[in-house]
């Protein structure tokens, strides 16, 4: 599907002008992009958003540290800390990150990598935003990305393409998968959330000139690749396909004291 949706967005956007259409649109040549210089409007679509992301990552990486604490634990030795942990309330959370260790690494892991993408593509193509470029007011020259693609170079010092923001908000794909390896019924809903966030991150960039609509759309096609493919090497096709159930998992799981991860 990712790449079907590539092909899509290079036929309609990188072989014609309607990203150009489209920002010439909201382009004031007296007064630049209508929120170009709005404080408020950056913080809100910026800024703010981002803790949605952030705030994700920042608790897989805790889940992921703390899930290797509860197997350490044995009745026989620590029963006394058991007891404890069990009055804290501190048992039941790391019984469930240790269950889901395989999840919270996962997600970690997807970030670095559609971030790490992200990173690379706007390093080795080096485009420049709207406002760079001389149709905008800037001095730098409008290219495609494919026109100044270098593999194994850095070509330039453009980071437009694709879209950084808007990655922000589609690295959230990742717990689709997590949503759709348990067969959670509210995957789809998870999908289409963090496909809507994406879109959204990225749209607001447009109205302040700092990117073209196809970068939107091209941020999503490199995450969703890229966190589908980490979710393959984490779960494999078939466990995606038909996952395990979580009850089974939970059960095993306490019954051996968390010894094994799922």
């Known amino acids: 599907m990712p790449l079907v949706i590539g092909l899509a967005i290079f036929m309609i956007f990188d072989l014609t002008p309607l990203d150009e259409v489209i920002s010439n649109w909201l382009y004031y040549p007296e007064s630049t992009f209508p929120f170009a210089h709005d404080r408020f409007f950056e913080n809100l679509t910026h800024r703010w958003p981002r803790v949605i992301p952030d705030w994700t990552g920042e608790a897989a990486l805790i889940g992921s540290v703390l899930s290797f604490v509860w197997p350490l634990i044995k009745p026989e030795r620590d029963g006394g800390l058991i007891r404890r942990l069990e009055v804290l309330r501190i048992a039941p959370l790391l019984r469930f990150t240790s269950l889901h260790r395989r999840d919270f690494l996962f997600v970690v892991v997807a970030f670095a990598i559609t971030t ?147």
């Not at 495609?144 to 923001?165: K, Q, V, Y």
């Not at 090497?233 to 038909?242: D, E, I, M, N, V």
């Open 116 to 262: 790490g993408m992200i990173h690379f593509f706007k390093s080795h193509t080096s485009i420049y935003c709207p406002v760079e470029t001389t149709l905008y007011g800037g001095i730098q020259e409008k290219k495609e990305w494919f026109e100044n693609f270098n593999l194994f170079h850095e070509a330039g010092a453009g980071r437009c393409w694709p879209g950084g923001h808007a990655s922000g908000g589609f690295t959230m794909l990742a717990l689709y998968f997590v949503a759709r390896r348990y067969r959670w019924r509210y995957a789809k809903a998870t999908l289409y959330a963090a496909l809507v966030l994406g879109v959204i991150y990225g749209t607001t960039r447009i109205f302040q000139g700092w990117h073209f609509m196809s970068h939107t759309f091209w941020a999503g096609v490199i995450v969703w690749l890229s966190t589908l493919l980490t979710a393959l090497a984490f779960y494999g096709w078939r466990q995606l396909a038909q996952p395990v159930f979580w009850k089974i998992a939970k059960t095993k799981l306490l019954g051996d004291n968390a010894s094994e991860n799922v």
